[in-house]
């Protein structure tokens, strides 16, 4: 069992910075791949970005190409989402999510993640 726990939500004024971190835990379980998702009520959950574990290659949304960056520690099984330039439209609960096997990163399709954190809200004020 992997537990992902999130942090660095808030809220921020257009234009505004936040970074997100997602620890992992009980990684008994290899982790492939991690992704960051977000979620506004009555919507469906998107994916954000997304990294391999132990990789350099990064995924990200069109919508925050540019704006977004994602990272990771794996000393500390830590994975970040730092988000600049951030939009009104960016507001939303954020989930971290991973992967022990097989996972498709792109934008439009994110499959493969079996776990997830219980989210971390941003909200970006106009």
């Known amino acids: 069992q992997v537990q992902l726990v999130e942090s660095g939500g808030g809220s921020v004024q257009a234009g505004g910075s936040l970074r997100l971190s997602c620890a992992a835990s009980?990684?008994?379980?290899?982790?492939?791949?991690m992704g960051w998702f977000r979620q506004v009520p009555g919507k469906e959950r998107e994916g954000v970005a997304g990294?391999?574990?132990?990789?350099?290659?990064?995924y990200y949304a069109d919508s925050v190409k540019g704006r977004f960056t994602i990272s990771q520690d794996n000393a500390a099984n830590t994975v970040y989402l730092q988000m600049n330039s951030l939009k009104p439209e960016d507001t939303a609960m954020y989930y971290c999510?991973?992967?022990?096997?097989?996972?498709?990163?792109?934008?439009?399709?994110?499959?493969?993640?079996?776990?997830w954190g219980r989210g971390t809200q941003v909200t970006v004020s106009s």
């Open positions: 990294i391999y574990i132990g990789g350099r290659n990064t």
């Open positions: 009980g990684v008994s379980y290899r982790r492939n791949c």
């Open positions: 999510a991973a992967s022990t096997g097989a996972c498709v990163m792109r934008s439009g399709s994110w499959l493969g993640f079996q776990y």
